[in-house]
């Protein structure tokens, strides 16, 4: 059995910062967690709450066959999203994932109903109903993906930290990746120019324990993913994803260091998803009881939960939120249900680029 994830940093201890390859070089300061207001802990609240019944559903409707294909849930990790994406400023700011991507567009604000309708696969999907879980897209809110190739969007996530700077916009970029992808020479490509060129991209590991089916620390001869990025100069905190205030921190620290052009930094969330790593993976590679301890100890939702209660709010503000997140993701689900599929003729459009 692989070492159990309960060893993640404690909300009493948020971050660490990696110092061995950077000892003559100024660092980041050691985030500490962000202090919200009330309304800024509700507004985290409900989105995570947005996420987890988003993913609830859209393993339901895979269940029943309506949406096909691969399906990746997010469940579990949601406080990763929310933390670091509430920090971000939209349109500015560009955001590129991996296939388990459905969290990071809500966390973007982007309506649910085109989302759950390309998960069905239907013509009203942000991808026109042809790119399906693994592929959505939106240069409107300047999220890239959705990719299906294990790290390939971290060099694309270079990519964009180099047009935000050639264009000068101040925009920053954040591309994420989990920790089987943490082991692609692609990556280390990629941190390397990065480093170089001092880009304003902020590289995010989620490490939720597992990739696929392996646990991180059989997998990875080096398990602290944080210093991963050290034989290139760049720094990197290990943070409590599973707790959006210490992300939210973490956030705010990373943003500071990269706008003021001292180039990458690297965020290794500690997270943990609930779900198999995918719709069709039977997860026996944990047991039921580690799943549970995680579930009871430290559940990103009901600890914010938790904080809001100390805060005053009351458990009846927070069922009419509860209430109003399930109506949100019945509507997305009747929407995607009842919206037709893409004509046929649409097999061939967007196979090219036409403008160049």
Request: charged share 25%; with cysteine.
């Amino acid at each position: 059995m692989a070492k159990s994830p309960a060893s993640k940093p404690s909300k009493a201890k948020a971050a660490s910062v990696s110092t061995d390859a950077i000892a003559n070089r100024e660092r980041p300061a050691t985030p500490v967690p962000y202090k919200a207001t009330k309304e800024e802990l509700l507004k985290f609240y409900r989105d995570m709450l947005l996420i987890r019944r988003f993913e609830e559903k859209a393993g339901q409707l895979y269940g029943l066959g309506l949406i096909g294909g691969f399906c990746h849930l997010y469940i579990g990790q949601e406080a990763v999203a929310i933390g670091l994406q509430s920090a971000l400023t939209p349109g500015k700011d560009s955001v590129i994932t991996g296939y388990r991507d459905h969290g990071h567009m809500l966390a973007y604000g982007i309506d649910p109903n085109i989302i759950m309708a390309e998960l069905t696969g239907r013509a009203a999907g942000i991808s026109k109903g042809k790119g399906g879980s693994m592929h959505m897209f939106s240069t409107e809110h300047k999220f890239y993906g959705g990719h299906g190739i294990v790290g390939a969007q971290v060099s694309l996530g270079a990519g964009l930290a180099f047009a935000h700077k050639y264009n000068n916009d101040g925009g920053v970029c954040l591309a994420y990746f989990g920790d089987g992808a943490a082991n692609q020479g692609q990556v280390y490509e990629s941190f390397n120019m990065a480093e170089l060129w001092k880009l304003p991209i902020i590289f995010v590991i989620e490490n939720n324990q597992y990739a696929m089916g392996t646990s991180v620390n059989r997998a990875s001869a080096e398990d602290q993913l944080y210093r991963r990025g050290e034989s290139f100069r760049i720094p990197g905190l290990q943070v409590d994803g599973m707790d959006v205030l210490a992300v939210r921190g973490a956030a705010e620290v990373a943003l500071d260091w990269v706008r003021s052009g001292k180039g990458p930094i690297l965020l290794e969330m500690k997270t943990y998803r609930y779900r198999g790593h995918s719709m069709s993976d039977p997860a026996k590679y944990r047991s039921r009881e580690e799943v549970q301890a995680v579930r009871e100890k430290s559940d990103p939702i009901d600890g914010c939960k938790e904080d809001l209660l100390k805060m005053g709010v009351t458990e009846d503000e927070l069922k009419v939120i509860e209430k109003e997140i399930r109506n949100i993701v019945n509507a997305s689900a009747e929407f995607a249900e009842q919206a037709p599929e893409p004509e046929l003729s649409e097999l061939y459009t967007d196979v090219l680029v036409e403008n160049y």
